[in-house]
């Protein structure tokens, strides 16, 4: 497929602060005579000095293809919006050069494009004409603009009476309704309630759908990993990664998270009890994460792995508490319950192995205390935060959505389904 993005040795510098401006010839000899060197500098516009200049981006090289849904994520000033702007020709880069092939139609920032002294009607004329629309073409969309930003018993009044969400309804309107060949979105699913998001989501995945591309910034994980089919990763200005969402994602997540190696050793653990015996050797905590180290997906298999090493043969049991990071105990298992799990005979040493088939717990730090010890019941080893690991974000539910973090601490996929009809009471005569 043709690319319809062409981004070569992108860059753009900025200068740091404002340069002293004299207004008069007296002045700025002034200005020399207290500091000669500096103010030479700026009279002449000197840029050698590294103190002067950012840059928000350098040699970015990409290209994208029609119909490609691409997000775009990194953390605040990695230059995401920078980007953005330059390709909706807001701005001119430093460096390098782009090229696109087709219209552009940007949503960078709510109200963009927009006069606060115009009704809702005049502005969606005002911005379809910056985003290089016909008048008639405004004319055949107008009303389908207005139903979807529900907006139709305002559209005649100024937009400075307007709240933040009814103006960030209509400027997505506008901007997606207009038949770009390319869509520029930046952080639209931050401002608006649930019903409007979900109709974002679902406008872009349409406008996909007919082969245009879409330009996708967000810091919602789960909204990129369920709209967008590849991702761009920004670090410093500089492309960091690019590959499937699920990959950036959480390549992305576990660079800012930072956690602890996926395994550590416990033979001097600082957490054991007192007056235990020192038997478990390690602990590991295994995942399907492409991030690495001890970052979980959410509802992604999970595997605790302990070795252990006895100078006298026991029958190992392990028990498992998942904690917070405030130290709550969300979830305890024991292999203690298992009738079958029990070995024909004792053993010195080994390993343990506690397989989750799905973690269904919330994004978050959790830690694990350990519990090893032998039957019958008896607690030998004891190690409390033996491990930490990170729950990342992910499109658990296929919707882009996740549940609020004050709604609990796990999440459940339960099955739901609908009966049509009325319900019928006890005791009517159609009644069972």
Not at 96 to 110: A, H, K, N, P, Y
Not at 224 to 238: A, D, P, V
Not at 325 to 342: E, K, M, S, Y
Request: charged share 25%; net charge neutral.
């Amino acid at each position: 497929m043709n690319a319809i993005i062409r981004v070569s040795d992108l860059g753009k510098r900025y200068r740091i602060g404002n340069a002293e401006r004299h207004r008069t010839l007296r002045e700025a000899l002034a200005a020399m005579a207290k500091a000669p060197a500096r103010t030479m500098a700026r009279l002449c516009g000197a840029a050698g000095a590294p103190t002067d200049h950012i840059w928000a981006l350098r040699g970015l090289e990409f290209e994208l293809s029609q119909g490609e849904v691409v997000g775009i994520i990194g953390r605040n000033g990695a230059g995401k919006s920078t980007l953005l702007k330059i390709l909706s020709r807001i701005t001119e880069p430093t460096t390098g050069w782009f090229e696109l092939g087709g219209r552009v139609s940007s949503l960078l920032e709510v109200g963009t494009g927009f006069h606060s002294e115009l009704s809702g009607r005049e502005n969606i004329y005002l911005n379809g004409a910056i985003l290089g629309m016909r008048r008639r073409e405004i004319e055949r969309k107008f009303d389908e603009i207005v139903a979807f930003a529900e907006v139709e018993k305002f559209v005649d009044t100024p937009l400075k009476h307007y709240s933040s969400g009814m103006q960030a309804r209509l400027a997505f309107a506008v901007a997606a309704h207009l038949e770009p060949d390319i869509l520029v979105v930046d952080e639209v699913l931050a401002v608006g309630d649930l019903g409007f998001q979900k109709k974002c989501l679902g406008k872009m995945e349409d406008v996909s759908r007919q082969g245009r591309t879409v330009l996708f910034v967000s810091h919602n994980m789960a909204a990129i990993e369920s709209l967008c089919k590849s991702c761009l990763l920004l670090s410093e200005g500089r492309l960091a990664a690019r590959g499937t969402p699920a990959e950036v994602v959480h390549r992305y997540i576990a660079s800012e998270i930072r956690v602890d190696s996926a395994s550590r050793s416990l033979i001097n653990h600082s957490g054991r009890e007192v007056n235990c015996v020192a038997l478990m050797q390690s602990v590991e905590i295994g995942s399907a994460d492409p991030a690495g180290g001890a970052t979980v997906r959410m509802g992604a298999p999970v595997s605790v792995r302990v070795a252990f090493r006895s100078d006298e043969p026991l029958h190992p049991y392990l028990g498992v508490v998942v904690k917070t990071a405030q130290g709550q105990n969300v979830l305890t298992v024991n292999n203690d319950f298992l009738p079958n799990f029990r070995l024909d005979h004792p053993v010195r040493w080994g390993t343990v192995v506690c397989d989750f088939d799905w973690m269904p717990l919330m994004p978050g730090t959790y830690s694990l205390d350990l519990y090893l010890g032998t039957n019958p019941y008896q607690d030998i080893d004891i190690i409390h935060d033996a491990i930490s690991f990170e729950v990342v974000p992910a499109d658990v539910f296929g919707t882009g959505k996740l549940p609020e973090a004050a709604w609990g601490m796990i999440f459940w996929p339960a099955r739901w389904r609908l009966e049509e009809g009325e319900e019928r009471a006890a005791g009517h005569p159609n009644g069972g």
